[in-house]
């Protein structure tokens, strides 16, 4: 595969190099490189994969779409592969989508493997040069892998890039960046002191919430939801460790990445919205007992031994606030989603237009209001973005820049809108009919 692609990208030089219109340079053997370098590096995802998306999904089909919606646009000039690997759906999401985006690898896995063990199976199919180990529920703007990847090659000593994630309000999630887990990080978090002192370099030593999120820093700890890594790293680490069935998996490997002797960046330039808990509610027992399980097996693998009287105060912490939890959870559950008889179209006059005459056709209550973009105000309720003309990097600045609640999110040609304003709450969503070619091509 090497020579292969030196090859195209010699063919390619010459290529380029023939365009300039250089006297001396139109000689038939130009021309013959300049035809076969154009040829291989437009079928480049042919020979050589610059980028491999792995995506695990379980019974989100409606954010699985939206997602790779936009996935297709972030991807657009990108030699790239995308795989799906369903973890056992039962929401019928590998027939819902696999005629929708015919380009994507779909990996149908008879059981539910969990999140690091399905990442696994995707990286054994994966060819390309990087791996993005993406959430199901999360959308990109346009730039962002371009950027991303930019900054992974520059640095050498990178092992793996994460980034700054929104939700779907537009409020910055702490887990984008974070700390290794030690014991006394742990317990400030733990015991709430991390919370009551959430700018502090020592109580909130976890979250580095002393760290400006809006600038690139080198940290201990990359978010799942998004990660990227190089592939040869990944295979001589033997991927995640699947003794972790969700949840604590992305820290044993970030921690596995250091002591690799790499570095694992946070990179602020770019953002994506990460809706978060759409597989699993957090309010739910079963979250609780995954995550503080998963802890504790992070606890035993990588501090054992180091301070027997700080791990035992670790790991009673850990137990105290998960009998805690699964008290409260019940009680904690977050309200239900405002439904609204009254929503805003935010897109093109043409986008728009499709997008009401397919809600109103499911949803002949709704009041529907279309605008354009630069008519949206401050705190708007109710806003559906029409992507198209309109791009997923404009609705991410807009969602920032304006407070907007309940927003909802319609890649083109797709058969949903979805949407969370709430971490603690899974989402909610529209579901339309579609009545123009829904292939999704790169």
Known sequence: MNTIYRFKRCCYRHYCFNNRNIPGTQRPGYLFLTI???????SCNYFFVKLSIIIVSYNVKYFLEQCLCSVMRATENLACEILVVD???????????????????????PQNLGFGKANNLGLQKASGEYILFLNPDTILPED????????I???????????RMLDGSGYFLPESKRSLPTPMASFYKLTGLAGLFPASPVFNR??????????????????????????????????FDE???????????????????????????????????ESSSKASTAYV????????????????????????????????????????????????????SQVILAGSREDTAYAASVLLQAYPHLIIQQKAPEQLICNEQAVIFCLGLLTYKTTVELLQQLSLHNVKWFGKASGSMVGSGHKERQGNWYIVPTYVNTHHEQ
């Open 36 to 42: 076969i370098g154009k040829n291989l590096f437009n």
């Open 87 to 109: 973890n056992a759906s039962t929401d019928d999401s590998l027939e819902y989508l696999t005629s929708k985006f015919p380009s994507v690898q779909f990996i149908a896995s």
């Open 144 to 151: 962002c892998l371009h950027k991303t990847l930019d900054f």
């Open 153 to 163: 090659s520059t640095k050498k000593n990178a092992g793996a890039v994460g980034i």
């Open 206 to 239: 976890y979250a580095l919430g002393n760290l400006n999120e809006k600038q690139n820093y080198e940290v201990d700890v990359l978010c799942g939801a998004f990660f990227l890594c190089r592939r040869e790293l990944l295979l001589t680490l033997q991927g």
């Open 243 to 277: 003794d972790f069935f969700m949840y604590a998996e992305d820290i044993d490997l970030s921690y596995r990445i250091q002591k690799a002797g790499y570095k694992n960046y946070y990179f602020a330039e770019s953002c994506i919205i990460h809706f978060k808990g």
């Open 289 to 340: 007992k995954m995550f503080y399980e998963a802890m504790l097996l992070f606890v035993k693998k990588h501090y054992h031994g180091k301070g027997r009287l700080l791990t035992l105060s670790l790991k009673m912490a850990i137990w105290s606030r998960a009998i805690l939890s699964a008290l409260a959870a019940p009680f904690r559950k977050a309200a239900p989603a405002k439904t609204s």
